[in-house]
């Protein structure tokens, strides 16, 4: 099985429709391939927010659901805008421990809240969250 090491692969490979919006200093959509690029370093974060990317992760299951479950996520940001890769890799690795070799199953409450309760995650200010909707 190949090794996967970014979210975007993580959520791909459990069947997930994926939507990346950016919540910077603008709210507007990021391409899958651009938010790729930056994932993996080879692209820096537009505009970051007091040395942080900060993006809006909606995904799906198109089998089960078209009710999107949306991350607010921030990860650190170097001097030059591009997201720290351990911090990518620890964020991954909280997904995968909360929720196990079972990527493509509807998370249980327990497993939201460990999803939930990290570092990463992060409630935008509401006139953003406004915006967003």
């Known amino acids: 099985m190949k090794q996967l090491s970014t979210l975007s692969e993580i959520l791909q490979a459990s069947g997930s429709e994926l939507q990346i919006y950016e919540m910077g200093r603008q709210v507007q959509g ?26 809006a992760v909606c995904f799906w299951q198109k089998q089960q659901s078209n009710t999107p479950y949306i991350w607010f996520l921030q990860l650190p940001v170097d001097e030059q805008g591009f997201i720290h890769l351990g911090a990518r890799d620890q964020f991954i690795t909280l997904v995968i421990d909360a929720m196990g070799q079972q990527l493509n199953q509807q998370p249980s409450e327990q497993q939201q809240q460990a999803l939930a309760n990290n570092q990463y995650i992060y409630k935008p200010i509401e006139e953003k969250l406004a915006f967003f909707n």
């Open 30 to 55: 990021i391409n899958k391939q651009d938010f790729y690029q930056m994932e993996i370093a080879a692209r820096p974060y537009p505009a970051p927010i007091q040395q942080h990317a900060r993006f």
